[in-house]
Each structure stands twice: as C-alpha cells, then as structure tokens.
T-cell receptor, first 115, second 112 residues
C-alpha cells in the first residue's frame, strides 16, 4: 500500500488568487493522478503527472489553469490558478495500487472554498 | 467517454436492513472497482471485480460483476452505522491505468 499526504487539507481562498496543493507519496511511483470532486459530484480526472515530462491533461482542463509539477518520483504539486467560486472543490492526488487492475490509492484530499 | 450510472443517489436505512447499490454502463470495462468515501477523506478501495459474472464477498458486503462486464452491484446485508458513506463505482479500461471513470456515487446513511 501507499501512504499519500496532501497539503493543505482545506483552505479558503479569495477570487483571483492561486493556490498550490502538494502531494507526497511514501514510495516511488511512475504516475500520479490529480482528480477533482466538485460538491455533490463524483471524481473527474484532471491530469496525469509523470516524472520528467509534461503532465497530460484531460479534456476540459488546461495547463494554464492547472499547472502541475512533478520534480521527483514521490512528489507532485497542482496549482489552481486565478480561482473563481466554480473552482470550489476537493482536489485529490492518487497513485496506482494495482498494476493489473488500475486500482488507486487516494490522498485525503484538499478542500478548497473560493469566495 | 464511458459513462457509469449509479443508483440510487441517496439511501437512508435503519440498522439491520439490507441495501443494494447499482452501477450500470453501456460500455465494457476491464475491471470495475468499488470505493467508499467518508467526509474529509479520500476514497478507499473496497473491492475490484475483473471477470464477468464474478461475485466477491467482503464480510457483509457482496459485489457482483455482470456477465458482460458492463454493470455491477453492491449488496450490504444487515447494515450498520459504520457502513455510512459515499459509495463510488469506477471502471477501468485495459489501456488507461489510473484514468478511472467514476459513477456519481450513492450516499448511504445507516441510522441506529
């Protein structure tokens, strides 16, 4: 199993500002995944973060809005830029748990509220 | 996009009752996973089903994967307050590890 720590666990932000979320894993992993969970909705994949290369973004998400860093095999950051109330959400970092089935371990999430 | 539809969206039952949550899709998945999420936490994996027709039991929880690998169900027998949480099904394709397609979730509340 993997232990995933996210910071901050929650924050209240002002419109127009940016916030960086950190994700630390207790083991080396090739891919890290960032998901968003909007209020009352399910999880949506934002992007896949690979060490040593640009992140791969899913449809509807762009690098300018959600820049991602992946400096090593145990750490990643997701920045939510120029925030608006629509960005209020839980942001979750995850890694693959099962190589043959695609199971995921998730961090505890970072709950952002944008005023 | 492979869509997963979960039903019901919300379920409130008394302790000791049984419940079933359904997860349906028009697409075939290589595997289907069930997670439970509690407030302030990330989803935690309960089980993965891979083979069509597969049935897995985890104590009072029974998971079934449809023969065509398009649908799944979660049945809880004699529910307890500790079963309260958001239950999420998620489908995985064979070539997209980590890119799970999640259902909208079923919020289960079990009252004593």
């Amino acid at each position: 199993s993997a232990v995933i720590s996210q910071k901050p666990s929650r924050d209240i932000c002002q419109r127009g500002t940016s916030l960086t979320i950190q994700c630390q894993v207790d083991s080396q992993v090739t891919m890290m995944f960032w998901y968003r969970q909007q209020p009352g909705q399910s999880l949506t994949l934002i992007a896949t973060a690979n060490q040593g290369s640009e992140a791969t973004y899913e449809s509807g998400f762009v690098i300018d809005k959600f820049p991602i860093s992946r400096p090593n095999l145990t750490f990643s950051t997701l920045t939510v830029s120029n925030m608006s109330p629509e960005d209020s959400s839980i942001y979750l970092c995850s890694v693959i748990a099962g190589q043959n089935t695609g199971e995921l371990f998730f961090g505890e999430g970072s709950r952002l509220t944008v005023l | 996009t492979q869509l997963l539809e979960q039903s019901p969206q919300f379920l409130s039952i008394q302790e000791g009752e049984n419940l079933t949550v359904y997860c349906n899709s028009s697409s075939v998945f290589s595997s289907l996973q069930w997670y439970r999420q509690e407030p302030g936490e990330g989803p935690v994996l309960l089980v993965t089903v891979v083979t069509g027709g597969e049935v897995k039991k985890l104590k009072r929880l029974t998971f079934q994967f449809g023969d065509a690998r398009k649908d799944s169900s979660l049945h809880i027998t004699a529910a307890q307050p500790g079963d309260t949480g958001l239950y999420l099904c998620a489908g995985a394709g064979s070539d997209s590890w980590g890119k799970l397609q999640f259902g909208a979730g079923t919020q289960v509340v079990v009252t004593p």
